[in-house]
């Protein structure tokens, strides 16, 4: 049976594994969970993730923010939606949309927006994003100063 829940603060490393497929650059869940814990969640960031009966690590996670914007005015963003190998292929990334779609109904937020990287890695999510008909209509543009 799986359960699909908030993930409080002081639970977040049960999202680690899952997210660190996503954003691998922080190495580490222990340097991903500082960072959220520390930076994103004092700022709105939330976490959502998918549980199975004895599986303490979240399957599948999704971090996201109520925000405003002159762009978008009030819309909950997502920033992370992230599935273990394993357990890709289940409908847990869908079942967290669901989640997060009635949450930002829930919010009264006008919309619901993400970005996704592009790449041949990527075709899954995209497929995923355009079922649940999220359209395309931007061109995300960044400037690395590192």
Known sequence: MIDIR???????????????????????????????DNELRPAGYRLIGVFETGSPA???????????????????????VSTLPAARGRGHADSLLDWLTA???????????????????????????MHRHLAITAHHFTLDLQ
């Not at 996670?61 to 002159?70: C, I, L, N, Y």
């Open 6 to 36: 908030e993930i409080g603060e002081d639970e977040t490393e049960l999202a680690g594994p899952a997210l660190l497929e996503l954003r691998p650059r922080w190495e580490t869940a222990s340097r991903l969970t500082e960072f959220i």
């Open 58 to 80: 979240a399957l599948s996670v999704a971090g996201f923010r109520e925000s405003r914007s002159t762009a978008w005015g009030h819309h909950l963003y997502i920033d992370d």
């Open 103 to 129: 949450e930002a109904r829930r919010l009264r937020c006008t919309g619901v927006h993400l970005d996704s990287g592009v790449g041949p890695t990527r075709a899954a999510a995209h497929r995923l994003y």
